[in-house]
């Protein structure tokens, strides 16, 4: 099997800030004539007379030009002296970060996890002998305490949909000593509001679907190592798996890059308006943002992130509904109420998204059935609170429960 040699080391780009490096990275040289956007290529296979290990491309499935900028990209905004590597999925991108642990290893994970990370362990386990020991991230030392004799720690902070912050700096170090690789899922913050390899993470993995592509309009995952030789790994089971993404869904990641950092702008900035409004509500049990000075992350995001991303979970009071208990009847009919919003999974679109996360099987029992997560877009604030207190009113009035206050 014919290979492009590795790739060699960059300088991480200095003296320019996140906002312009988004704009500018992955762009053909500034020349007469050049295009300012890099080329589409659509080939399955290239010239070549060379054999393995030549340097040459040889064939699609080990490389394409289409990639090198986004993957240039990437792992610039990570800080990191190797490209990253782009997908067809995030869950491509995950299974690869998981291909790193050996058989029948031991893994510590957040309890409260993305469902398709619960999911790929939960298939291991049964497969490979994975043992997984699930933690509460943002309880540190009951975190470090699972990690002796440990393969891989995977790291979610913010968590989904739970929105817990783990101490990063402190859980990589305490897998460092112990021997154990660290993975960071850094989807929600993106490299604009967290830098894991910067702290010594091994690995970062991206749903790139997500506020990378920005537009709800393309699959696409990336992992981003410093470590060379974990590199090879990841590109020798991409390779090996056909875990490859299309040569116009990475064009299209790479322009939806372009305007991460005025989109993150816009949407966390209502994501804490949203937020601070709900916790008011007499029809909301709880909000978990880490952005509140009330939310139990709240000093800990402070520090150790740049932002407090644009992902909010709120908990619906069953008595809204004129209910007793918790069995998520109560946020359904929030969530049937809504017209701006958009009732959908996944996340960081520029439209806004809401969805009842416990309607998914993969969804672990300790997320409260009422729990609603909101992915905030860029649409006008005012419209989309006005648009969730005519939901939550709606359900109330449906239900003939008092009045609650907005």
């Not at 986004?70 to 690869?96: D, H, N, Q, R, Y």
């Not at 305490?174 to 154990?180: H, M, N, P, T, W």
């Not at 899922?185 to 993470?201: M, R």
């Not at 918790?326 to 359904?332: C, L, N, R, S």
């Amino acid at each position: 099997m014919t290979e492009p040699a590795s790739p060699a080391p960059h300088e991480p780009a200095r003296g320019l800030a996140a906002d312009s490096l988004v704009v500018s990275l992955g762009r053909p040289p500034h020349e007469t004539d050049a295009p300012v956007n890099p080329p589409i290529v659509l080939s399955s296979t290239f010239h070549g007379l060379g054999g393995a290990g030549s340097g040459e491309k040889g064939y699609a499935r080990f490389t394409n030009p289409t990639w090198d900028p986004l993957e240039e990209a990437l792992g610039t905004l990570e800080a990191c002296t190797l490209p990253g590597l782009v997908f067809a999925s995030g869950m491509g991108a995950i299974a690869a970060a998981m291909s790193l642990m050996p058989q029948n290893a031991t893994l510590v994970m957040p309890r409260h996890s993305y469902s398709g990370s619960l999911s790929i362990v939960q298939d291991l386990e049964t497969r490979a002998g994975l043992t997984i020991r699930h933690a509460d991230v943002a309880d540190t030392e009951a975190t470090i305490a699972l990690l002796d004799g440990a393969d891989m720690l995977w790291i979610e902070s913010p968590t989904n949909p739970m929105l817990e912050v783990a101490d990063l700096p402190a859980l990589v170090a305490a897998a460092k000593e112990r021997g154990v690789l660290t993975v960071v899922d850094n989807t929600f913050c993106t490299p604009l509001l967290q830098q894991p390899l910067e702290v010594g993470a091994d690995v970062v993995v991206h749903s790139a679907t997500k506020y990378l592509g920005g537009h709800s309009d393309v699959v696409m995952g990336a992992v981003v190592t410093g470590s060379m030789e974990l590199r090879e790994r990841l590109h020798t089971y991409r390779t090996l798996h056909g875990a490859i993404p299309g040569p116009f869904e990475t064009w299209l990641t790479l322009r939806g890059l372009r305007t991460l950092a005025v989109r993150t702008e816009r949407s966390q900035a209502s994501a804490h308006v949203l937020a601070a409004r709900l916790a008011r509500h007499e029809g909301i049990a709880r909000v978990r943002y880490p952005g509140l000075a009330s939310d139990p992350g709240h000093a800990r995001a402070r520090t150790q992130m740049r932002g407090f991303g644009s992902i909010v979970s709120f908990e619906v009071d069953p008595a809204l509904a004129g209910l007793r208990r918790d069995d998520g009847a109560a946020a359904d009919a929030v969530m049937a109420g809504l017209r701006l919003w958009t009732p959908a999974t996944s996340l960081g679109g520029v439209e806004s998204l809401a969805e009842r996360r416990r309607r998914h099987a993969a969804e672990p029992g300790s997320v409260p059935p009422g729990l609603i997560r909101l992915s905030v877009g860029i649409e006008n604030v005012e419209d989309l609170w006005a648009d969730l207190a005519q939901a939550l009113e709606a359900a109330r009035a449906e239900s003939g429960a008092a009045p609650t206050a907005s």
